[in-house]
């Protein structure tokens, strides 16, 4: 028993098979070779969703990642400022504040009085104003952590700063310079009077509850430098390994690709000569005929 074969005639003028199996391959190469020049001019193996929707789908979540921290980094540089502007305000107080008490302790004596006496309060009152001053300008780009902000004697609240890519926060510790200012402020009859003043500097008088409080807003102050400052450097880490791994997932391999294109050069230009000598293939049947 045959079976049939169905066979295709070289000498057709009909069906050119080889032409047809050269054309083939040259398309086939031509399309490597644009997959190739793509790379080679994007610098990419996958810059859209054509080249690898998988691959691309992660790739646009980790730059969405990437922007995100780069983002919280920038209101994290901005808080850097504010703080950096509060501890400044807050350094000048204590050290203004340890001068007053200087005053208070002259005051706190009975046997200073006269034109002694007033030129003390004169110069506490001058402290005092600095202070206020202090207080007053303790802002930085329209924001401040001590100036207009109401608080109590011991008293944080809390301002939040975006952190990190999920917008997650941190607060940072804010003080009521008003409260400060008021407590501080003594009348004429309270300086006036020498005990009065003595039971202000005592270990739980008014004046050093308040001085002590400095302390402790310089140190939340310093805590939340640290914090700030080390949360924008692991930023940056998070920031060069998701590139990394990103690079990783995208990049093209620029010298692979440059020896490949070179390659399919060569091909391409075979290919278009087979195709050109599949061509001229039924020419030769004319000869048959003369």
């Known amino acids: ?36 020049q793509k790379r080679i001019s994007t610098g990419f193996r996958v810059s859209d969703a054509v080249d690898d929707g998988a691959a691309y789908a992660v790739a ?5 990642t990437v922007g995100a921290l780069t983002s919280a980094n920038q209101q994290l540089g901005n808080v850097q400022g504010l703080l950096s502007t509060t501890q400044s305000s807050l350094n000048n107080i204590s050290n203004t504040m340890s001068s007053m008490r200087d005053v208070l302790v002259k ?19 001058s402290l005092l104003a600095n202070v206020q001053t202090f207080i007053q300008d303790a802002s930085y780009n329209g924001k401040t952590l001590i100036g207009d902000i109401t608080g109590s004697n011991g008293t944080f609240q809390r301002v939040a700063v975006a952190r990190n890519e ?7 510790a804010t003080y009521g310079g008003s409260a400060l200012y008021g407590s ?7 300086m006036d009077a020498a005990a009065t003043i003595a039971a202000l500097i005592t270990a739980s ?39 990394t791994g990103l690079g990783a997932l995208v990049d093209a391999d620029l010298a692979k690709e440059s020896a490949q294109l070179q390659a399919l050069q060569i091909r391409q230009q ?19 005929f003369k």
């Not at 646009?60 to 969405?64: A, D, G, K, M």
């Not at 075979?270 to 048959?288: D, E, K, M, V, Y």
């Open 1 to 36: 028993m045959q079976i049939g074969v169905t066979t295709v005639s070289m000498n057709s003028v009909n069906t050119n098979t080889g032409a047809m199996i050269a054309l083939q391959s040259l398309n086939h190469t031509n399309q490597s070779m644009a997959i190739a």
């Open 60 to 64: 646009q979540t980790v730059r969405s």
């Open 107 to 125: 005051l706190s004596d009975g046997n200073v009085q006269g034109n002694d006496r007033t030129n003390y309060e004169s110069q506490y009152k």
């Open 166 to 172: 999920s917008g997650s926060s941190y607060g940072i």
């Open 184 to 190: 501080i402020n003594f009348t004429t009859t309270q």
């Open 205 to 243: 008088g008014t004046f050093i509850n308040m001085q002590n409080f400095i302390g402790k807003s310089l140190n939340a102050v310093g805590s939340s430098v640290n914090y700030i400052n080390n949360q924008i450097s692991y930023n940056n880490d998070k920031i060069d390994a998701l590139n």
């Open 270 to 288: 075979l290919g278009t000569q087979a195709l050109s000598l599949a061509n001229q293939a039924p020419q030769t049947l004319l000869s048959l």
